[in-house]
């Protein structure tokens, strides 16, 4: 890896620390609302110098994945709730994604346990090794707490400007993928006392262009006209919604996902309603060194 490409990434992972960590801060603090969470969040990532690779996810209790809030779907956060936060930031393209479960009330073993399965999976991450060997820790560390991992969500392979790039990283053990040196991967284990899948609901506020496709539609226009600031990386619905009006919008981001232009991202839900914790660090592999860029 060229050695100004691996401080681009050192960056971003620095980056997205400080933002996590700033982020419990303003939990801590008594910012309960997810809008403002939000807001604050990825306004502290332009301060520090990076970008948002993604929408800032603040994921509570059986919502695994996907939810940034916007204007109509919004919360405040209880006492009691498992609030995952999952921050993905660039430098020039390259992405530091890292994620963690708070609890106002207090940390508890479930998420003890998603701690404990990226900080064990990361021990064995180096050039050579079978990804599954990955899948194989993450399993025994969440069965060895009595719950189960999420089996159908998964970490990933990161390039520039390439949020998912390539390969899955399981989080039990299938597959045939292989670690590589001069690569990066998200390990991006969830945990859960329920029957540890998870599955789309109905609701989409992150989205990422496909294609550009020709529309009559002026504000389905204007959504692909912004989302170029983007270079292909996923944006929310959040972020439009300061340049175009709800209903108008809502039409818009209909139209092009029907037309295979944009790629919706769907919440994705625990199947048995239970809660879900999870834990995630970018890592950076070297010839002879395996590199935690977002500790």
């Not at 993604?54 to 994945?65: E, G, L, R």
């Not at 939810?67 to 992405?95: L, R, S």
Request: charged share 25%.
């Amino acid at each position: 890896m060229e050695k100004e490409v691996l401080e681009k990434y050192l960056k971003a992972g620095k980056i997205a620390r400080q933002v996590l960590e700033y982020g419990e801060k303003l939990l801590k603090q008594g910012c309960r609302n997810a809008y403002e969470l939000a807001e604050k969040i990825e306004a502290k990532i332009f301060e520090l110098g990076g970008e948002p690779a993604f929408p800032t996810n603040i994921s509570v209790n059986d919502t695994a994945a996907h939810f940034t809030p916007c204007k109509n779907e919004n919360f405040e956060i209880n006492e009691e709730d498992y609030v995952k936060i999952d921050v993905g930031v660039h430098v020039d393209g390259y992405i530091a994604d890292t994620a963690k479960t708070f609890r106002i009330a207090g940390k508890d073993e479930l998420i003890k346990c998603a701690e404990n399965m990226v900080k064990e999976a990361l021990k064995i991450v180096a050039p050579g090794v079978e990804m599954k060997e990955v899948g194989k820790v993450v399993q025994e560390v969440a069965n060895s707490y009595g719950f189960n991992p999420v089996t159908n969500l998964t970490g990933h392979g990161l390039e520039r400007y390439n949020l998912h790039a390539g390969v899955t990283i399981p989080n039990i053990p299938v597959g045939k993928g292989i670690f590589e040196s001069g690569k990066a991967y998200a390990i991006e284990p969830f945990c859960t006392p329920g029957q540890g899948a998870v599955k789309d609901s109905n609701k989409a506020l992150i989205f990422m262009v496909l294609e550009e496709k020709p529309t009559r539609f002026r504000e389905a226009r204007k959504v692909l006209e912004l989302a170029r600031k983007y270079n292909g990386l996923p944006f929310a619905k959040r972020w439009l919604e300061k340049e175009i009006s709800g209903f108008k919008l809502e039409l818009a981001l209909k139209e092009l996902v029907n037309a295979r232009a944009l790629h919706a991202f769907y919440v994705l839900k625990e199947v048995s309603g239970a809660n879900v914790a999870q834990a995630e660090h970018t890592v950076v592999l070297l010839e002879n060194k395996t590199i935690v860029t977002t500790w």
